[in-house]
C-alpha cells in the first residue's frame, strides 16, 4: 500500500502559468519534505515542514511556495513556472528529525512539464 | 563543498557478480547517519540500507551491505549477486542532526547497469 502519494504523476503545464503538485501521506509522519531532481542529478531540498514549522532553503527561489494544511497533506506551489523549472518533483516523509536514523519515505515524484 | 562524493557517474556489472558503489563524504560531526537510496526509472527513491556513525558493525541488509571506513569517511554500498532489476541509479545520502541538517543530503548518484 502506498504511503507517500503524490499527484499527478504526469504534470504539464505552460510558462508562467501557476501549477499546483499534492502529496499526502499515511504515515502519520511529522515532516514533509520536497525535492527537486532535475535530469541525471542528485535531488535538491526545496524546504521542509516539521509539524507545521515551514523551513525554507536558502537557495530556493521565491517562485516555490508550499502549504500544509495538516499533517497528512503538502503542498507545492509554482507561482510562475519557467523552463528551467521542468524536473521530478519528489516529496518524502519522516518522523521526529533530531536522530540519525530516520529514513526518509518517498512517494513516486511528479515529473513536470513546462511548454 | 561537497558533503557526499560519489566519484563513479556509472558502473556496469555482470548478473549474479557483486559490485560496489563508492561514496565518501565529510563532516566535522561526531554523529551522523548514511544512507543509500535506490531509484529506478520509475523516478521512486527506494530505501536499502542505513549505517550509523556510531554503529560498530557494518551494515547489512539482504544482498546489501556497507563497508562503513569511518577514519577515511567512506560508506561503500555493497551488491552481491547482482541481478538485472538492480538496474537503477543509486543514491549515497548523510543527515547531521546535530548540525541542524536534519534533512538528507544526497550525492549525484551512480548509475549500475546490470548485463545479462
Known amino acids: 500500500d502506498a504511503m507517500v502519494i503524490q499527484n499527478p504523476r504526469y504534470q504539464v503545464t505552460q510558462f508562467g502559468k501557476p501549477v499546483t503538485l499534492s502529496c499526502s501521506q499515511t504515515l502519520n509522519h511529522n515532516v514533509m519534505y520536497w525535492y527537486q531532481q532535475k535530469s541525471s542529478q542528485a535531488p535538491k531540498l526545496l524546504f521542509h515542514?516539521?509539524?507545521?514549522?515551514?523551513?525554507n532553503e536558502a537557495d530556493t527561489p521565491d517562485n516555490f511556495q508550499s502549504r500544509r494544511p495538516n499533517t497528512s497533506f503538502c503542498f507545492l506551489d509554482i507561482r510562475s513556472p519557467g523552463l528551467g523549472d521542468a524536473a521530478m518533483y519528489l516529496c518524502?516523509?519522516?518522523?521526529?528529525?533530531?536522530?540519525?536514523?530516520?529514513?526518509?519515505?518517498f512517494g513516486s515524484g511528479t515529473q513536470l512539464s513546462v511548454l | 563543498a561537497q558533503k557526499i562524493t560519489q566519484t563513479q557517474p556509472g558502473m556496469f556489472v555482470q548478473e549474479k557478480e557483486a559490485v560496489t558503489l563508492d561514496c565518501t563524504y565529510d563532516?566535522?560531526?561526531?554523529?551522523?547517519?548514511l544512507f543509500w537510496y535506490k531509484q529506478p526509472s520509475s523516478g521512486e527513491m527506494i530505501f536499502l540500507i542505513y549505517?550509523?556513525?556510531?554503529?560498530?558493525q557494518n551494515a547489512t541488509e539482504g544482498r546489501y551491505s556497507l563497508n562503513f571506513q569511518k577514519a577515511r569517511k567512506s560508506a561503500n554500498l555493497v551488491i552481491s549477486a547482482s541481478q538485472l532489476g538492480d538496474s537503477a541509479m543509486y543514491f549515497c545520502?548523510?543527515?547531521?542532526?546535530?548540525?541542524?541538517?536534519?534533512?538528507?543530503?544526497f550525492g549525484k548518484g551512480t548509475r549500475l547497469s546490470v548485463i545479462a
Open positions: 518524502a516523509t519522516s518522523g521526529s528529525p533530531g536522530t540519525t536514523n530516520e529514513k526518509l519515505f
Open positions: 563532516t566535522s560531526d561526531q554523529s551522523y547517519g
Open positions: 545520502a548523510m543527515r547531521e542532526p546535530y548540525s541542524g541538517n536534519t534533512p538528507l543530503v
Open positions: 549505517q550509523g556513525s556510531y554503529d560498530e
Open positions: 515542514y516539521y509539524d507545521k514549522d515551514f523551513n
